[in-house]
């Protein structure tokens, strides 16, 4: 399925680290906080301004957004406001 944010708005897919304790112990998904990086995969008419690829990694505000599923993956709607950096790995 095939997904173009409307307005001022991205579709990001969020980076899921894999947890472990000091001791090796692998932490379930809610035992972790929601993730707050993510992968640029769609964007909307944004300004010019912005300088935001598809492509790009951000940080995004903690509980900001909409989660949807598409083909059984995790992403989310979130309004380009509440991108607060983009990173490098």
Known sequence: MKVKP???????????EEKKTEG??????TAKE????????AIGTIDDDVE?????????AKYSGTEIK??????IIIDVDD????YED
Do not use: C, Q, S, T
Not at 24 to 29: A, E
Not at 83 to 86: C, E, F, G, R
């Open 34 to 41: 929601k993730p707050m990086r993510a992968e640029v995969v």
């Open 83 to 86: 991108i607060l950096a983009k």
């Open 6 to 16: 409307l307005g001022n708005r991205l579709l990001i897919k969020p980076v899921i």
């Open 52 to 60: 935001i690829n598809v492509g790009d990694h951000v940080v995004f």
């Open 24 to 29: 090796g112990i692998v932490l379930p998904d």
């Open 70 to 75: 598409i083909d059984d993956e995790d992403y």
